[in-house]
Nanobody
Framework: QVQLVESGGGSVQAGGSLRLSCSRS????????MGWFRQAPGREREVVAR????????SLADSVAGRFAISQDDAKNTVYLQMNSLKPEDTAIYYC?????????????????WGQGTQVTVSS
């Protein structure tokens, strides 16, 4: 099973930026899908962003569109989540996930591997 390791979390003031990284243990093929999820205390885990293996298809949650961006570096088997204009409500544990695309039209993915999570804290 693919192994995922996240890094880049931390504490930042509102309006600041952070970049999360997720390193994969295996090559990221074109039918693969990578995603970033987050879970705040007392809330369910929610998807933040997804990207296809080829990098041509991405999807962002409405709550982060225009502020976050997902990208990948094939040479490094790494996926990034650039987070700008952070808000206190972005505070959560962020998880990287790996899987495969099940519906290309909306970039729906079936995730079957997860990282350990990295804490992001945004203060007002």
């Amino acid at each position: 099973q693919v192994q995922l390791v996240e890094s880049g979390g931390g504490s930042v003031q509102a309006g600041g930026s952070l970049r999360l990284s997720c390193s994969r243990s295996e090559y990221f093929s074109s039918n693969d899908c990578m995603g970033w999820f987050r879970q705040a205390p007392g809330r369910e885990r929610e998807v933040v962003a997804r990207i296809s293996g080829g990098g041509d298809d991405t999807s962002l949650a409405d709550s982060v569109a225009g502020r976050f961006a997902i990208s990948q570096d094939d040479a490094k088997n790494t996926v990034y989540l650039q987070m700008n204009s952070l808000k206190p409500e972005d505070t959560a544990i962020y998880y990287c996930a790996s899987g495969h695309v099940t519906l290309w039209l909306t970039l729906q993915c079936d995730f079957d591997a997860w990282g350990q999570g990295t804490q992001v804290t945004v203060s007002s």
